[in-house]
């Protein structure tokens, strides 16, 4: 299928490596123009857990290519860790990179956005957002916020001919998961927690990056030209749909 973005001008936060890297690819594949960027490299190297870099990113961006159609919020991170042993700085980081990376950055292309009456947001969330991990508290509260947030922004900004999106992965085959000291690392022997975290999804193990790029690249597409305000799940089952 054409996703028909040949010639769009696509940022991606966080697209150095795994979800975020794979939906690169595929949207170059598709004929659109990609900006990458994070804290190691890519088009436009940035820490966007700081305040402004995210909106330099942007507006970088648009300096570059005259203008910027579809933005991807998909950097984020996080570790195990229990509720009672968080500080009040672990709080705030995890607020810093999970959620105002994504709100300064859309605050900034909604500027351009507004102002060329056309524009795609598409928010990497969690299936933790849905159902908190216990695991990961303060992850699961930020991409809950980011949920909220995707609304919000969906709600507000439709009648500019704004679409916003987001997408909630379930655990998927990259570094965080699977690298030396990941998430799998930090909950005991690696294979026995990756073999144990497959087989609580009902379709039996985890995601590929390339399996949550396609869903993000088709939100980002004029192919899903009337999904706006929705949070799409892609996590082989994980979390129920609630009727």
Request: hydrophobic residues 40%; proline residues 4%; neutral net charge.
């Amino acid at each position: 299928m054409d996703l028909e973005l040949r010639g769009t001008v696509c940022l991606i936060t966080g697209s150095t490596a795994g979800i975020g890297l794979e939906t690169a690819r595929l949207l170059r594949a598709e004929g659109a123009v990609v900006v990458t960027t994070g804290r190691g490299g890519g088009d436009i190297p940035a820490d966007l857990a700081r305040a402004g870099e995210p909106e330099r990113v942007v507006h970088e961006t648009i300096e570059r290519h005259g203008r910027l159609d579809v933005l991807v919020n998909n950097v984020g991170g996080t570790g195990i860790r229990r509720l009672e042993d968080l500080t009040d700085d672990d709080w705030q980081a995890s607020f810093e990179i999970n959620l105002m990376s994504a709100v300064r950055a859309t605050r900034a292309a909604l500027l351009h956005m507004r102002a060329r009456g056309s524009g795609t947001i598409v928010n990497v969330s969690s299936t933790a957002g849905k159902r908190p991990s216990t695991g990961m508290p303060d992850y699961s509260v930020m991409k809950a916020a980011m949920l909220s947030f995707s609304r919000l922004v969906a709600d507000l900004y439709a009648r500019d001919g704004i679409r916003c999106n987001a997408v909630t992965p379930g655990p998927t085959a990259t570094q965080a998961w699977l690298g030396d000291g990941g998430l799998a690392d930090q909950q005991g022997n690696r294979e026995e927690v990756l073999a144990k975290v497959g087989a609580g999804r009902p379709l039996g193990r985890l995601a590929e990056p390339g399996e949550i790029a396609a869903v993000v690249a088709f939100l980002c597409s004029p192919r899903s030209s009337y999904v706006t305000g929705a949070a799409w799940s892609a996590d082989g089952g994980t979390v129920p749909i609630i009727i």
